[in-house]
């Protein structure tokens, strides 16, 4: 986004509320700093501006800083990568779509996430290793289509593009959990530019247990308490 | 995306805190299915969310909204997002959709034994989860704690660590109440996810942590 130095008067009122702190006033007028912009559009749907500032230049819909706004604004739907918005339905509909079944594990490492950005390339800290290992990343996932999935490269164009959070999402058989839960750990240690949210889709035993549990417990990974439930109303239902 | 998920925080301040999503699958059940989610709409909204939103209207219950042109807008891929912050409400929600057997897939975030309890009591069997392991790489570079608990509550992240920083210090010099704090930090959240109850008790809580610390 950009402001519009004619209408703006340094007022600072619009500081406090860009999600990336992107926003500086110098000589009595805002600027953005354009690298650490990732387009949410913060600024120009909320932010109370006295003088209606902000604006969309026309390099936000061109590509590669497109990409910034598909990964940015919740609020618009893209084509800019094919697929629309951050993610897929993942576990929402898990019920019906049966993408994780008994047996089976997914992984979604949002990059990025919580508040922080990531520079795409920052996801090749673990996509690089993984692809190493045969990884097959979710073809309906915006971010794969940034990446080479045989070597888990990023795509030179969009390295250096800053966005709001990618997901790098996948599912495995369960036997492979522990070797590919270690990868992700391991990877982790050397993620020094952003941080990311590390959420597994499990599919619940018959019994009533969630069998990924004992065996993050053993490797020492703390499993928190919160969890999204998919409560299992959806129809057609799969009970894979 | 996993937006419901990743709330940070004390395990005891998620007692009351119930994000709620529904939603066709698409290509699977979604060809016809305006007239189930608006159904699905219609029975939560009808048992008082804390919060609900729309990505469609950009509007969200603490901006306030018109239910009924909220309900008109629903499409068959609209998504149905919001929050409770009473597990007894999100059961009776679920009891009936179970009931009216629409088909549409529902996820609750929450403490994992709790939401596994709702659903008993509701008479479903949980399918699957999404369990939240916590953040990795880099974790020097995040807001403090106190703010993170804020931010996080809108998955997408579009509550700036800055403004929950500048409401945190207005409740706790008392230019404002918790609710009324609450109130604009649930305001960039459109998705309705943001649970003000929970962020009302959090600035509350920090604000009596501040006047003791002064006595
Ligand atoms: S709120 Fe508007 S007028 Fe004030 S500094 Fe920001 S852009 Fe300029
Ligand atoms: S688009 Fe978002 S990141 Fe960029 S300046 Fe506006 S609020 Fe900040």
Redesign the pocket.
Known sequence: MK??QE?????????PFCPQGA?H?ENR??YIDQDACVECGI?VRQ????????YEPPEVNEWPRSVRKVFGDPTEKHQSTGVRGRGTEEVKTNDVTGRVKRGEIGFALEFGRPSIGTKVKDVEVVTIPLAERGIVFEPCNPLTSLLDTKTGIVHDDVREEKILSAIVEFAIPFERFEEIAGVVYEAAKHCTNTVFSWGLVVRYEEDGTIAAVPVLEKMGIHVPKNAKVNVGLGKPFCNE | MSHTLHRFGPEETFQNDFPFISRPAMKINSDGAAPKMRRVMEIALDHEPVNWGSLTTKQNLTMGFDREELLNKTEDNSPAMGCFDDRDKVVAVLKQLKEEDLGMSVVITGLRDKVEEMCHEAGLTPHSADLALGIFGATELLPEDETLCFTTMCGHAMLSAGLVRQIRKAVREGRMTPEEGAKILAKPCYCGIFNQTRAAMLLEQEKEANQKNEE
């Open positions: 402001v519009n209408l703006c008067v340094g007022c600072g009122k619009c500081l926003i006033v007028k805002a600024c932010i109370e501006c006295p003088r209606k500032a902000f």
